[in-house]
């Protein structure tokens, strides 16, 4: 064969392949571009987040989803843990195109030469690859397609947008995918906090997140963070001086549970089961971030006032004695008493604690990390045990007439750091707050301890309100020509129901009170001169207007005894109905999700702004303005008369223990319904309005009245949420007078003549605590003088 023909051959063959090349490198693109998933996604990825609950200021209240997830952006990573990262997972990360041909070459000699993978050819963009579009299953196929893949990557995204990625979404153990979560999770802190030996901790997990991570194999962990040091120091990441410091560090890491900043367990489930309901599962996994209308400084008064309120109604109903006695102690026994005490839970934040010594009026007892405190008689001597029917026993005198050695009992500690004997409260207790003039929950707690019993009862909770209901029934009565002046009588009155059963109501002193105007009726909280006006009003009618309201009228028994509040309400329900005495008449309907964003902060959804339209300008602006009318459907003159009459129950009736908190903008009514089985306080002023219950689970008498029960915690709370705000008073409607009333006799008293302090007190009332006791509002049209000293009657006053 001649040269030439040699020369030929070989130039053919070097076409051939370099077309074979070329079309092989045309297949290969087709197959990208057609068959690999498309790169353009990975720059709007969703990476599966869980859902976040906030409050209005930003506190985190819960999160829901198995995956925990804490988004970084690339300019937020800290460089050491780059660094600790490149060195151990990819150390020309910078040089190669996506894929590391040598590191892959070295891999492919050491398979084939022992038989066995000793050394991974991944780079971490095709671990990025992999992460978003493939699977796990080693194949061939699957290897090929993850280097075709990290070549288009490395190609269309760049580098910084690669990491940021992978650090975001790589799994790193304990239900932690990224590094921000892994921060969290095993180290409590924000990623930019770790030590250089936390980070070679956390860069060396992704080879076995499950298996090797410091809290489920320590020993494992704290080589594969030698090996990352290592690596560093071989690259020149670190100092040898640095790489000793990191490599001798103990191990911290623990495993930190969720940081929630703000506790409204009954909120956060609230809205989690609202949102299930409506969407499923999908809500665990697309990093919705719900803000909600709870206010973090309301929400932390709500919770200490309920607790406190309950423990401290607890207190007064005696001491049920220890949960167990585990018999006597010796100091060789304390290892095996802790180990008991641990395995008991913490209830209502109440620490258990086992008595080892009772000595005069003092005891001392074990916690279960091993300290021993004294708990002083003053912490002990409340303890009365508990007889039938709300009675005690004697007062104790020695702490040895209460506790015994080996008694498992509970105790926590007070603001001086001395400690209280307690115990498990067996009584419930709910608390509602809401802004009435948009509707907006404030605080809700809806129970005192959320790891006992996940029953809201602020919206599950139907119990009988009671006296609560009364102001609603005497507004009704306004509104078909009575006032506040209108006398009736409280006096004995038998009911017949046509089945030869009677009904005997009382008042609750068990009392007669004669004639009394509607507003002393009203006040003091009188049973039989409220069914008679229910009586003269009609039922059918003040149904009819209590749906005015907001009440359901299929709520409302058809009977006298709706005068003493046996209609079945919750506590938000009844906040909803009281709302609209503090805003002027307004409907609204209270809510508590504000807004709800994306992973990406994208707004899906922003309640609309509520506002009290008060005249056609109003009407006509809501659509530029983008808010929504509020609408009236009660009448500002009975607004205001109730109002100034329940003003009158905090400063001289059921309610005045509110006195306390010096304000005469606050108004308010007791609930107590038969047998003291629940206790309510409902008070407002113009800018909230806030409800109390408490109550056992499965009804039974609690003893006390609304006033007892309820009110203090209502006081403790309002005591918080009002400090800093200035009262507030509604204003006087047209059509609104005041008429001097002799608290004698109930007549109108000329003008000439004002009642002395004597014939005040000689009438059995109080000095009046702002103005005259004697003056009554009323509503009126027509007056003239010759009605002045009669009676207010329908045919008077209207």
Same mark, same amino acid.
């Given at each position: 064969?001649?040269?030439?023909? =040699? +020369?030929?051959? #070989?130039?053919?063959?070097?076409?051939?392949?370099?077309? !074979?090349? /070329?079309? &092989?490198?045309?297949?290969?693109?087709?197959?990208?571009?057609?068959?690999?998933?498309?790169?353009?996604?990975?720059?709007?990825?969703?990476?599966?987040?869980?859902?976040?609950?906030?409050?209005?200021?930003?506190?985190?209240?819960?999160?829901?989803?198995?995956?925990?997830?804490?988004?970084?952006?690339?300019?937020?990573?800290?460089?050491?843990?780059?660094?600790?990262?490149?060195?151990?997972?990819?150390?020309?990360?910078?040089?190669?195109?996506?894929?590391?041909?040598?590191?892959?070459?070295?891999?492919?000699?050491?398979?084939?030469?022992?038989?066995?993978?000793?050394?991974?050819?991944?780079?971490?963009?095709?671990?990025?690859?992999?992460?978003?579009?493939?699977?796990?299953?080693?194949?061939?196929?699957?290897?090929?397609?993850? =280097? +075709?893949?990290? #070549?288009?990557?490395?190609?269309?995204?760049?580098?910084? !947008?690669? /990491?940021? &990625?992978?650090?975001?979404?790589?799994?790193?153990?304990?239900?932690?995918?990224?590094?921000?979560?892994?921060?969290?999770?095993?180290?409590?802190?924000?990623?930019?906090?770790?030590?250089?030996?936390?980070?070679?901790?956390?860069?060396?997990?992704?080879?076995?997140?499950?298996?090797?991570?410091?809290?489920?194999?320590?020993?494992?962990?704290?080589?594969?963070?030698?090996?990352?040091?290592?690596?560093?120091?071989?690259?020149?990441?670190?100092?040898?001086?640095?790489?000793?410091?990191?490599?001798?560090?103990?191990?911290?890491?623990?495993?930190?549970?969720?940081?929630?900043?703000?506790?409204?367990?009954?909120?956060?489930?609230?809205?989690?089961?609202?949102?299930?309901?409506?969407?499923?599962?999908?809500?665990?996994?697309?990093?919705?971030?719900?803000?909600?209308?709870?206010?973090?400084?309301?929400?932390?008064? !709500?919770?200490?006032? &309920?607790?406190?309120?309950?423990?401290?109604?607890?207190?007064?109903?005696?001491?049920?004695?220890?949960?167990?006695?585990?018999?006597?102690?010796?100091?060789?026994?304390?290892?095996?008493?802790?180990?008991?005490?641990?395995?008991?839970?913490?209830?209502?934040?109440?620490?258990?604690?086992?008595?080892?010594?009772?000595?005069?009026?003092?005891?001392?007892?074990?916690?279960?990390?091993?300290?021993?405190?004294?708990?002083?008689?003053?912490?002990?001597?409340?303890?009365?045990?508990?007889?039938?029917?709300?009675?005690?026993?004697?007062?104790?005198?020695?702490?040895?007439?209460?506790?015994?050695?080996?008694?498992?009992?509970?105790?926590?500690?007070?603001?001086?750091?001395?400690?209280?004997?307690?115990?498990?409260?067996?009584?419930?207790?709910?608390?509602?707050?809401?802004?009435?003039?948009?509707?907006?929950?404030? !605080?809700?707690?809806?129970?005192?301890?959320?790891?006992?019993?996940?029953?809201?009862?602020?919206?599950?909770?139907?119990?009988?309100?009671?006296?609560?209901?009364?102001?609603?029934?005497?507004?009704?009565?306004?509104?078909?020509?009575?006032?506040?002046?209108?006398?009736?009588?409280?006096?004995?009155?038998?009911?017949?129901?046509?089945?030869?059963?009677?009904?005997?109501?009382?008042?609750?002193?068990?009392?007669?009170?004669?004639?009394?105007?509607?507003?002393?009726?009203?006040?003091?909280?009188?049973?039989?001169?409220?069914?008679?006006?229910?009586?003269?009003?009609?039922?059918?009618?003040?149904?009819?207007?209590?749906?005015?309201?907001?009440?359901?009228?299929?709520?409302?028994?058809?009977?006298?005894?709706?005068?003493?509040?046996?209609?079945?309400?919750?506590?938000?329900?009844?906040?909803?109905?009281?709302?609209?005495?503090?805003?002027?008449?307004?409907?609204?309907?209270?809510?508590?999700?504000?807004?709800?964003?994306?992973?990406?902060?994208?707004?899906?959804?922003?309640?609309?702004?509520?506002?009290?339209?008060?005249?056609?300008?109003?009407?006509?602006?809501?659509?530029?303005?983008?808010?929504?009318?509020?609408?009236?459907?009660?009448?500002?003159?009975?607004?205001?008369?109730?109002?100034?009459?329940?003003?009158?129950?905090?400063?001289?009736?059921?309610?005045?223990?509110?006195?306390?908190?010096?304000?005469?903008?606050?108004?308010?009514?007791?609930?107590?319904?038969?047998?003291?089985?629940?206790?309510?306080?409902?008070?407002?002023?113009?800018?909230?309005?806030?409800?109390?219950?408490?109550?056992?689970?499965?009804?039974?008498?609690?003893?006390?009245?609304?006033?007892?029960?309820?009110?203090?915690?209502?006081?403790?709370?309002?005591?918080?949420?009002?400090?800093?705000?200035?009262?507030?008073?509604?204003?006087?409607?047209?059509?609104?007078?005041?008429?001097?009333?002799?608290?004698?006799?109930?007549?109108?008293?000329?003008?000439?003549?004002?009642?002395?302090?004597?014939?005040?007190?000689?009438?059995?009332?109080?000095?009046?605590?702002?103005?005259?006791?004697?003056?009554?509002?009323?509503?009126?049209?027509?007056?003239?003088?010759?009605?002045?000293?009669?009676?207010?009657?329908?045919?008077?006053?209207?």
């Amino acid at each position: 064969m001649s040269l030439m023909r =040699i +020369l030929i051959f #070989i130039g053919k063959s070097i076409v051939g392949a370099l077309l !074979a090349a /070329l079309l &092989l490198l045309a297949l290969l693109f087709a197959y990208v571009s057609i068959c690999l998933p498309s790169v353009e996604s990975l720059k709007t990825i969703h990476l599966q987040s869980p859902l976040s609950i906030f409050s209005n200021d930003g506190e985190l209240i819960a999160e829901f989803g198995d995956i925990r997830r804490t988004p970084v952006l690339y300019k937020d990573i800290p460089q050491p843990l780059i660094n600790a990262v490149l060195a151990t997972e990819d150390q020309h990360f910078y040089e190669h195109p996506g894929v590391d041909f040598l590191g892959l070459a070295r891999a492919a000699v050491v398979l084939v030469s022992t038989g066995h993978k000793t050394q991974g050819g991944s780079t971490i963009t095709m671990q990025v690859a992999r992460n978003f579009f493939l699977s796990n299953k080693k194949t061939f196929a699957r290897k090929f397609n993850e =280097i +075709l893949l990290a #070549i288009k990557i490395d190609h269309e995204l760049g580098k910084q !947008a690669i /990491l940021e &990625l992978y650090f975001n979404k790589v799994f790193l153990g304990e239900h932690a995918y990224g590094f921000g979560a892994a921060a969290q999770v095993y180290y409590g802190k924000p990623l930019n906090e770790l030590t250089l030996a936390e980070y070679a901790m956390l860069a060396g997990l992704p080879k076995a997140p499950s298996t090797a991570n410091p809290i489920v194999n320590p020993k494992k962990a704290r080589e594969r963070r030698h090996h990352v040091l290592s690596r560093m120091l071989e690259g020149g990441f670190i100092t040898s001086e640095e790489f000793e410091e990191a490599n001798e560090a103990p191990l911290v890491e623990k495993y930190h549970g969720l940081s929630v900043s703000l506790t409204a367990p009954y909120v956060a489930e609230m809205i989690r089961s609202q949102l299930y309901d409506k969407y499923g599962d999908v809500i665990y996994s697309q990093g919705l971030n719900v803000h909600t209308t709870i206010n973090g400084r309301l929400q932390r008064e !709500a919770n200490s006032a &309920l607790r406190e309120g309950i423990l401290a109604y607890d207190r007064r109903h005696g001491y049920r004695g220890p949960e167990k006695n585990i018999g006597t102690y010796s100091p060789k026994q304390q290892s095996a008493w802790e180990k008991i005490l641990a395995k008991l839970p913490n209830q209502y934040d109440l620490l258990p604690a086992a008595v080892i010594q009772v000595d005069g009026k003092n005891a001392q007892a074990l916690l279960a990390d091993g300290e021993v405190i004294t708990l002083p008689w003053q912490s002990i001597s409340w303890a009365q045990p508990v007889m039938k029917n709300h009675q005690l026993g004697k007062i104790p005198e020695t702490a040895d007439e209460v506790l015994h050695v080996g008694d498992i009992i509970r105790i926590y500690q007070l603001p001086n750091k001395s400690w209280m004997l307690s115990q498990s409260p067996i009584v419930e207790g709910a608390l509602v707050a809401m802004d009435p003039k948009s509707g907006a929950i404030l !605080a809700m707690a809806g129970g005192i301890d959320f790891s006992k019993s996940h029953f809201n009862r602020v919206i599950q909770a139907h119990r009988q309100v009671g006296s609560s209901i009364k102001p609603f029934i005497y507004a009704a009565a306004i509104s078909k020509g009575m006032t506040l002046a209108t006398i009736e009588n409280d006096s004995p009155i038998v009911i017949e129901d046509g089945s030869d059963q009677t009904w005997r109501p009382e008042n609750d002193d068990h009392q007669f009170h004669g004639s009394v105007r509607m507003r002393e009726s009203l006040v003091d909280s009188l049973n039989l001169a409220s069914i008679r006006i229910l009586q003269q009003t009609g039922i059918p009618y003040t149904i009819q207007f209590l749906e005015k309201f907001g009440f359901d009228p299929k709520q409302m028994p058809e009977g006298l005894s709706l005068a003493l509040g046996t209609p079945d309400l919750t506590p938000l329900q009844l906040a909803n109905s009281f709302a609209r005495f503090a805003n002027g008449g307004y409907q609204l309907n209270a809510y508590l999700i504000h807004s709800i964003t994306d992973d990406h902060q994208e707004m899906l959804y922003k309640a609309k702004k509520i506002k009290l339209c008060q005249n056609n300008e109003d009407v006509l602006d809501q659509t530029i303005e983008q808010y929504q009318c509020a609408t009236q459907t009660v009448d500002s003159q009975i607004i205001y008369l109730l109002d100034s009459a329940m003003q009158d129950v905090i400063g001289r009736g059921t309610g005045k223990q509110a006195r306390i908190l010096n304000r005469q903008d606050l108004a308010g009514k007791t609930g107590t319904s038969n047998d003291q089985r629940d206790a309510w306080f409902s008070g407002f002023n113009q800018n909230i309005v806030t409800v109390v219950w408490v109550g056992y689970d499965t009804p039974k008498s609690l003893g006390e009245y609304g006033g007892q029960a309820a009110l203090p915690i209502w006081i403790d709370f309002m005591r918080a949420a009002l400090k800093g705000m200035p009262e507030t008073s509604l204003q006087r409607p047209e059509g609104i007078i005041s008429v001097r009333i002799d608290p004698q006799n109930g007549l109108r008293v000329p003008a000439s003549h004002t009642p002395s302090i004597f014939e005040i007190f000689k009438a059995g009332t109080e000095p009046p605590m702002e103005g005259d006791a004697e003056n009554t509002e009323t509503s009126m049209s027509n007056q003239n003088d010759s009605q002045q000293n009669k009676n207010p009657s329908l045919s008077d006053l209207y």
